[in-house]
């Protein structure tokens, strides 16, 4: 067993599509990682739970751990989906099996792994999308109401934009294009009536993989799929717009779209964007540090970052 004076931290980080966990010692040394599926209660409770169990599980297994070391980790954990009160409350309930447990939004561990623990702003753009800023210990959330209602410029929503207008196409009400062909390709279908087979009752995560041959497209110069990837970026940049009024010290952008979208936005906001210093679930590390210090009454400093073994590879 770990002495409490050899405390480990865990950091988990649940989306739509995934749930990374990290295992990080007194030292700031990062022992163990893992990865498992949605994580996201609002789209189920159930397999939430099972990936953060899973993913804790491989971390412990990655940091050569024994089974039971899980009762003595020091866990912050952050959900998409608990923004919304009763999943917070739900998720606060359960009978976790951590030594202690700190639950947040994903915004808002994103937001500190950015910006190592300080104040500053990002823009998410994965599965699903949102703006966030923690400055001056004031919150602030732009979007991230959900898929289909909300989450523009996300990679769900740029799938679901893709299929809408593909089955425009294949009706004839839309102009026929590189994107259509992609797309047919990938849903292995031919007709209306297969696309709807394939697409029926999918989740956020499996739109979101659709988005790949969006902006494949887009940057072959596909006027169909460029119009929707500038419709997503025109909001990303109106979200960022309305988060630097807040003035906050840092501006970044994360998640699986970042790399694709950036090239995408105003000029003006690509030029106040800085590199996330440490991802999200380093993030939730951060947040139960602070935490936990701060019910010892031991507020400190927070730590320069977190070294170490590389977290991806």
Excluded at 192 to 219: D, T
Excluded at 255 to 269: C, D, N, Q, Y
């Amino acid at each position: 067993m770990v002495a409490f004076g050899d405390r480990l931290w865990i950091g988990i980080d649940g989306g739509g599509s995934k749930c990374r966990a990290v295992i990080v010692d007194v030292n700031d040394r990062v022992l163990g990682t893992g990865l498992a599926g949605p994580a996201n209660p609002l789209h189920g409770y159930d397999q939430t739970l099972d990936s953060i169990l899973g993913s804790t599980t491989l971390a412990l297994a990655d940091a050569g751990l024994p089974p039971e070391t899980l009762g003595e980790l020091v866990a912050g954990v952050g959900l998409a989906g608990v923004n919304m009160p009763r999943l917070y409350q739900e998720m606060s309930s359960w009978s976790h099996p951590f030594k202690k447990m700190y639950l947040t939004t994903d915004q808002h561990s994103a937001c500190l792994g950015a910006h190592r623990g300080g104040s500053g702003a990002v823009l998410i753009a994965g599965t699903g999308s949102c703006g966030y800023a923690w400055v001056d210990g004031q919150r602030t959330l732009l979007g991230g109401h959900g898929f289909p209602h909300g989450d523009k410029g996300s990679g769900a929503w740029i799938g679901l934009e893709a299929v809408k207008y593909l089955l425009m196409a294949l009706d004839g009400l839309a102009p026929e294009s590189q994107l259509q062909g992609e797309l047919l390709k990938v849903l292995a279908a031919t007709t209306p009536n297969e696309v709807f087979e394939r697409i029926r009752g999918e989740c956020p995560s499996y739109y979101a993989r659709l988005a790949i041959p969006v902006f494949q497209c887009a940057e072959a110069g596909d006027p169909v799929a460029e119009a929707i990837v500038r419709d997503g970026a025109s909001y990303i940049s109106a979200m960022a717009d309305k988060l630097l009024q807040l003035e906050p010290p840092r501006l970044s952008m994360i998640g699986g779209l970042a790399a694709s979208m950036t090239r995408w936005l105003e000029p003006r906001v690509i030029e106040r964007l800085e590199e996330p210093l440490e991802p999200p679930e380093i993030g939730c590390v951060y947040l139960a540090r602070q935490e936990l210090e701060r019910e010892e009454g031991n507020v400190k400093p927070v730590s320069a970052g977190l070294g170490g073994k590389a977290l991806f590879g």
